[in-house]
Nanobody
Framework: QVQLVESGGGLVQSGGSLRLSCAAS????????MAWYRQAPGKQRELVARISSAGFTNYADSAKGRFTISRDNAKNTLNLQMNSLKPEDTAVYYC?????????WGQGTQVTVSS
């Protein structure tokens, strides 16, 4: 079993920055993929960025050049540095871990960007 707990959300003005963190616990050793997803009101949940346990990353087009995903395998943490935030980045952000066909989600953290 895996537990994921996000932190770092909040209210920020357009152009500002936030750093999200996700603490993972449980059976997370070995190869896995960790990711940040987001879901805005009335919209489907969408991938923001993903990183493998080996450090390979990929980003949604909307995140490229503004967001940076990173992980610390020794501390079992996942981070998302978000810069140049826009009102359309407003959403609940979820931490995600996928391993051997099992998928785990955190409870989500709200990010609100005011114009």
């Amino acid at each position: 079993q895996v537990q994921l707990v996000e932190s770092g959300g909040g209210l920020v003005q357009s152009g500002g920055s936030l750093r999200l963190s996700c603490a993972a616990s449980g059976s997370i050793f070995g190869f896995n993929l960790m990711a940040w997803y987001r879901q805005a009101p009335g919209k489907q949940r969408e991938l923001v960025a993903r990183i493998s346990s080996a450090g390979f990353t990929n980003y949604a087009d909307s995140a490229k050049g503004r967001f940076t995903i990173s992980r610390d395998n020794a501390k079992n943490t996942l981070n998302l540095q978000m810069n140049s935030l826009k009102p359309e980045d407003t959403a609940v952000y979820y931490c995600n871990l996928a391993k051997f066909g099992n998928v785990y989600w955190g409870q989500g953290t709200q990010v609100t960007v005011s114009s």
